[in-house]
């Protein structure tokens, strides 16, 4: 278990550009989230993949965002036009249906995005 | 509408002073209230797993103990390693998969 890798670390970008992230989930775990968190708050959901299908996305998701899981393995989310507003911390999750139905996330270390 | 609050948002501690964090819910359908913690630059780590209420579960210094409308973390003599940000997260019927989370409670102890 080497636990979910997120890439990059930090990414310092300027307004208007396009940035993507990358989430390595726990090999056999077959389902993958996104959330969002800034300083001082929870993390907030984002959208939710199931092997490479997208069952979920948040209405607070603007078009600007997207998010694909190809082949059911990696992930990633691709924000465009960025603004000093999707500064945050953008954490990975990935889980495994246990036998009671309600599984525990394990999380990455998230992508620091800041915007400038 | 906020499902999920937190109290306190920061919590100072000596080493061995023993305290509770608080968790209350409005959702209805629970299907589970789970504990984490987070340290600094890092992603939220599993601590617990509630279903029911008068539920219990321990580890270490930490129990978690569920209501009907609210979750306590109880921890007992803490030590300097304990502090991080605690963070209290729901699963209810219609919410699919997803954890809908509290701000969570930044909790600092000093030796």
């Known amino acids: 278990d080497t636990g979910v890798s997120q890439d990059p670390r930090h990414k310092i970008t300027k307004r208007g550009q396009n940035v993507t992230f990358r989430c390595d989930p726990i090999s056999e775990h077959n389902r993958l989230y996104w959330y969002r968190q800034t300083l001082g708050q929870g993390p907030e959901f984002l959208t939710y993949?199931?092997?490479?299908?997208?069952?979920?996305k948040s209405r607070l998701l603007s078009d600007r965002f997207s998010a694909e899981r190809p082949k059911g393995s990696f992930s990633t989310l691709e924000i465009q036009r960025t603004e000093q507003g999707d500064s945050a911390m953008y954490l990975c999750a990935s889980s495994f249906p246990s036998t009671g139905g309600d599984e525990k996330l394990f999380f990455g270390s998230g992508t620091q995005l800041s915007v400038l | 509408e906020d499902q999920v609050t937190q109290s306190p948002e920061a919590l100072r501690l000596q080493e061995g002073e023993s305290s509770s964090l608080n968790c209350s819910y409005t959702?209805?359908?629970?299907?589970?209230l789970f504990w984490y913690r987070q340290d600094p630059g890092k992603g939220p780590e599993f601590l617990f797993t509630?279903?029911?209420a008068g539920e219990e579960k321990e580890k270490e210094r930490l129990k978690a103990t569920l209501t009907k409308k609210e979750s306590f973390l109880h921890i007992t003599a803490p030590k300097p390693e304990d502090s991080a940000t605690y963070l209290c997260?729901?699963?209810?019927?219609?919410?699919?998969?997803?954890?809908?989370f509290g701000a969570g409670t930044r909790l600092a102890v000093h030796p």
């Open positions: 997260a729901i699963l209810f019927s219609g919410g699919y998969n997803k954890l809908i």
């Open positions: 959702v209805s359908g629970l299907r589970g």
């Open positions: 509630l279903y029911s």
């Open positions: 993949f199931q092997n490479e299908a997208q069952l979920e």
